[in-house]
Structures are given as C-alpha cells and as structure tokens.
Nanobody, 118 residues
Framework: QVRLVESGGGLVQAGGVLRLSCAAS????????MGWYRQAPGKQRELVAT???????NYADSVKGRFTISRDNVKNTVYLQMNSLKPEDTAVYYC????????????WGQGTQVTVSS
C-alpha cells in the first residue's frame, strides 16, 4: 500500500510564505512524476506545479515566479515553496505522484488547507 501525506498548510497573510511537504511511503520501488494541485471552493481542481524524477518542472501561469517545486528522491518527498501569497491562492492543496510498486499507479494525498487573508 502506498500513502502520500501532506503537511505545512495553514493561515497566512497576503504577501506571506508557506512551505508544503508531501512524503510518499509504503511499498515503493520508484516514484516518477510528482506534483501539486489545488481546489478552491466552488472551483475545479487545477494543476499548480509538477516535477519529473529528473527535476524538470512545470508551473501554472498564476504561480510562476512565486512558487517553487522541488523534490528529494531519497526521501520520496516533494515540496512546494510558496512566496508572495495572494488571497486567490486560498485552496486545499493536494500532492500527487506516479508510484511504481509492482505496477505503476497514480496516488493522491488527503489535502492540506492553505488560507491567505487579505
């Protein structure tokens, strides 16, 4: 069984910073792509950033220049450094990963709330 566990969400004022972490654990042979998604109330889940095992990154236009995704392949952990936060960044943030564990599959974390006050 594979689990993704996020941490680091919370309440912050506009202009503030937060760092999210997501660790994959369980019967893991290899973790391929990892990413962060978010879902605001009344909106669809959207991509925030992704990172390949080789550290190639991709960002949503709305977070470019403010958020940085990184990973530690030894710890099977992905991070999201969020700077210059805006109220519109308020959402539940989910991590996702493609995990090879016998067969390859996509896994999601339970989500962590990020709230940015104006």
């Amino acid at each position: 069984q594979v689990r993704l566990v996020e941490s680091g969400g919370g309440l912050v004022q506009a202009g503030g910073v937060l760092r999210l972490s997501c660790a994959a654990s369980g019967n893991i042979f290899r973790v391929n792509g990892m990413g962060w998604y978010r879902q605001a109330p009344g909106k669809q889940r959207e991509l925030v950033a992704t990172i390949t095992r080789g550290a190639v990154t991709n960002y949503a236009d709305s977070v470019k220049g403010r958020f940085t995704i990184s990973r530690d392949n030894v710890k099977n952990t992905v991070y999201l450094q969020m700077n210059s936060l805006k109220p519109e960044d308020t959402a539940v943030y989910y991590c996702a990963a493609e995990v090879v564990s016998g067969t390859a599959g996509d896994y999601w974390g339970q989500g962590t709330q990020v709230t940015v006050s104006s």
